[in-house]
């Protein structure tokens, strides 16, 4: 499967690194791309292990807001 998350908040590369690291860090997710100018952020994932809300808790727990 594969989402693209919409993230406020993320700024310069560190911020792009934490959220990469707290989606790779679930288990089913095998692919993170983050782009920042335009905030969003494509996961591909397998569904039977990963859901969107854990990946947008694993974000929001770094400090960034998951928009919709």
């Known amino acids: 499967m594969q989402m693209t998350l919409e993230v406020n908040g993320m700024t310069c590369e560190h911020c792009e690194k934490a959220v990469k690291g707290s989606l790779e860090e679930l288990e089913g997710v095998h692919g993170v791309e983050v782009h920042l100018s335009s905030g969003k952020v ?4 397998d569904e039977a292990y ?7 808790e694993a974000i929001e727990a770094q400090g960034y807001e998951v928009v919709g």
């Open 42 to 45: 494509d996961v591909a994932y």
């Open 50 to 56: 990963a859901t969107k809300g854990l990946m947008k």
